[in-house]
């Protein structure tokens, strides 16, 4: 519950706000008062109180026209009204109910009927403030998440641009090496072919991680073709066994039956074994 609610009393006959004040004065609410429909939609608008308490028989302009703006007023629509009449019949309380009052008493008003219906109002107005300032802070954390986020993936793009450049101008220097055998020992040829592989086993993590970047974008297009299972599993592996033979590591794969064809991403799923190869307890033979 607020710490002391502020409740606005317009009504045009100067003894109907005496008498509610006198009625809210033990209430330890700060009480403001208007006498006309227009006054009243001022004082909402620049100092928004916690309830307003409105008289529907004024002059110029009457309580469901007043409880009308209110309502369709951003600024003042949240706030909780209760329409105060000598009117009693079933379509006036239908009328409150179509401009958006929020409760009803009818003249001569009952004190224990308006001390309770303010303080049941208040509280639902006191939740929803605590709903919409948790709401404020939700969507102030999610807007610095967002942030964190695209700073994050300028980052992700910034690491793999610099790693990939000299990576490549690298790799590039390595195959023309290679290419001319005839110059290069066997021992050379064969430190030269294993740099050359790391070279190759890195750039595959740089684009890991440009996939995982994507996929957490959801801007990741599969590109899905019928496969081989036992080919793509031995192209893989081809790849990983001189580097297993070299550890004295068995490199195997086994079936008890044929596996079908089934439309995947080759790429991405060759990424997938690699990955459980490279982090495979080893079996040595």
Known sequence: MLEKPTLLIVDDEERNIRLLKAMLMAKNYHLLEASRGEEALRIASATPPDMILLDVMMPQMDGFEVCRRLKGDEKTRKIPVILVTALSEKQHRVKAMEVGADDFLSKPVDLTELTVRVKSLLRIKSYHDELFNSYQEIAAKNEKLEELQKAKEGLTHMIIHDLRNPLTAISTYLQLALMEKKDLSEDQQLKMSRCFFFCSELD????????????????????????????????????FRADAEEKA???????????????????LMKKVFANLLNNAPPTHA
């Not at 496969?227 to 893989?236: G, M, P, Q």
């Not at 590591?249 to 790429?267: A, M, N, T, V």
């Open 249 to 267: 590591i068995s490199l195997g794969f086994f079936k008890e039956e044929q596996i079908p064809s089934i439309p995947i991403d080759i790429g």
């Open 204 to 239: 595959r993590l740089i684009q890991n991680l440009l996939d995982i970047n994507k996929m957490e974008e959801k801007g990741m297009q599969l590109q899905l073709e019928n496969a081989n299972f036992e080919t793509l599993i031995n192209d893989v592996s081809d790849h």
